[in-house]
């Protein structure tokens, strides 16, 4: 388990500001299971989702990155939970998924000029004997907001996603890429590019704002 506890290049589990936050939620509570649940709520409702903004860096993709804002999307909000598991003595991991009928991606979806959602990331972190699935990346807000059930976590079974987006299709699940103790950053960069080439400049760019590229592409709010 060695390697789901171990600090990397993009989930850097030593950071000094990844590793207060983790200890600061976690302060008096002694159970792993306790503390996963603490991890995964707060990261869930810290960070509003967004994915219209995104830092494809190689500063940018670092755990430690979303610490400096109020917002990210499902990969920084999964890699900060797992980076933070791991501070607690929690082994994680990342997983990777390609996903039809994504939650909170309506407007986003005309840009990308379909409804699968590329290299959609989330956590897996060691609990009671077993690998539990995690998404924190939907705030109960923006779930409210949208109509569509929060993801609640019970420390025992995967809270892995909304079976329905907020238009009543049903999520789909098209392509899993496995498990990493890292981000692959080179095989998501690579995947992004192959599945909408059409943007490949400005995933080229590192960060990527959608809303501008909606009013270079004269698509209306």
């Given amino acids: 388990m060695q390697e789901f506890l171990s600090?990397?290049?993009?989930?850097?589990?030593?950071?000094?500001?990844?590793?207060?936050?983790?200890?600061?939620i976690c302060t008096g509570i002694d159970s792993p299971v306790e503390k996963a649940i603490a991890l995964y709520y707060r990261i869930?409702?810290?960070?509003?989702?967004?994915?219209?903004?995104?830092?494809?860096t190689e500063e940018g993709i670092q755990s430690s990155n979303l610490l400096e804002r109020n917002y990210g999307y499902c990969v920084e909000k999964a890699s900060l939970l797992v980076a933070t598991a791991r501070v607690v003595g929690i082994p994680a991991r990342m997983g990777f998924a390609n996903v039809k009928n994504h939650i909170g991606t309506s407007h986003l979806e005309e840009i990308l000029e379909t409804d699968v959602f590329v290299?959609?990331?989330?956590?897996?972190?060691?609990?009671?004997?077993k690998w539990v699935k995690l998404t924190?990346?939907?705030n109960k807000s923006l779930c409210n907001y949208l109509g569509v059930p929060v993801l609640e976590f019970d420390g025992e079974n995967d809270a892995f996603f909304q079976?329905?987006?907020?238009?009543?299709?049903?999520?789909?699940?098209?392509?899993?890429?496995?498990?990493?103790?890292?981000?692959?950053?080179?095989?998501?960069l690579?995947?992004?590019?192959?599945?909408?080439?059409h943007l490949s400049k400005y995933f080229i760019k590192g960060v990527v704002d959608f809303q501008e590229i909606r009013n270079e592409l004269?698509?209306?709010?």
């Fill in 163 to 188: 079976q329905y987006d907020q238009s009543g299709k049903q999520l789909e699940f098209l392509h899993f890429y496995g498990t990493f103790e890292d981000i692959p950053f080179n095989l998501m």
């Fill in 190 to 197: 690579t995947e992004l590019r192959s599945a909408y080439p």
């Fill in 218 to 221: 004269g698509i209306a709010s």
């Fill in 44 to 56: 869930r409702d810290d960070f509003r989702y967004n994915p219209y903004k995104l830092n494809f």
């Fill in 7 to 24: 600090a990397y290049r993009y989930i850097n589990s030593d950071h000094p500001k990844v590793i207060s936050y983790a200890k600061k």
């Fill in 119 to 129: 290299f959609h990331g989330y956590a897996e972190l060691f609990l009671k004997g």
């Fill in 136 to 138: 924190p990346a939907f």
